[in-house]
């Protein structure tokens, strides 16, 4: 189905808008361009001018109904594209030539029932390995290359300062203190953390066999292949 070239022109005034005014990241913008994607899929690429309580009420049904590799999409997938396509609705109602047509009333019925927002937002049980399946893992790694001396490192790492895996592909070695296992994520430097936010935290020295991989890895870059901070 051709896309609607009015359509369009909005979606693209609302990501400027997004980005300039409101700083969203480009991730996020993402996130919500495929919101509103579906949005247009529901509607066959139907004016946004058009949006109506019955068009808000179908796309939450079509929504429910819809399946991603043969699983339903869960119910914190749903909420989140509905409370980007509400966003959208309610910034289109202030526009020219949406103003008339667009009702912020039809806009708030793009929500999920209480019961499921509960659900939705709920905190989720994440499982992890185990300690001795990560010392496994490091141990696996046999030492042929520099490569698997970064792995291991990594891996390590990773463990001992459970920082977010952006963070620490982003960390500069200047940020990592050997003397004091204290690590400096600031944004300024480089270092992708959680919404940009600069925070400080340490490595815990609970395994020593661990702790030496990355140690062992920090001086050989610094002191062999002379990297800088």
């Known amino acids: ?3 609607s070239v009015k359509n369009e022109k909005a979606k693209r005034k609302y990501f400027r808008w997004l980005q300039g005014a409101q700083g969203f990241s ?3 913008i993402m996130a919500i361009q495929k919101a509103i994607w579906l949005y247009e899929d529901y509607s066959i690429f139907s004016d946004f001018a058009t949006f109506s309580q019955k068009k808000a009420m179908g796309f939450k049904d079509w929504l429910g109904d819809r399946r991603h590799r043969n699983k339903p999409i869960s119910v914190t997938t749903q909420y989140h ?4 396509l509400h966003n959208f609705f309610t910034w289109l109602s202030d526009q020219p030539g949406y103003k008339s047509r667009i009702s912020l009333d039809n806009a708030s019925y793009l929500c999920l029932e209480k019961k ?7 905190p ?3 499982d992890f390995p185990s300690l001795d399946y990560v ?3 490091v141990n696996s790694i046999k030492i042929r290359t520099v490569i698997d001396r970064r792995d291991r490192a990594l891996i390590a790492f990773l463990l001992l300062s459970g920082m977010r895996d952006k963070a620490i592909c982003t960390l ?3 940020c990592f203190y050997p003397e004091t296992l204290e690590i400096n994520q600031d944004p300024s430097s480089g270092v992708e953390t ?3 936010k600069a925070n400080t935290s340490f490595l815990l020295n609970f395994n020593k066999a661990l702790l030496t991989c990355v140690l062992d890895w920090t001086e050989y870059l610094k002191m062999e292949r002379l990297f800088g901070s």
């Open 124 to 126: 989720k049980r994440v």
């Open 194 to 196: 959680k919404f940009g």
């Open 26 to 28: 480009k991730a996020t």
């Open 1 to 3: 189905m051709r896309t």
């Open 116 to 122: 499921k927002v509960r659900e939705a937002l709920a």
């Open 135 to 137: 010392i496994k893992l």
């Open 81 to 84: 594209y509905l409370r980007h």
């Open 172 to 174: 500069p070695i200047g």
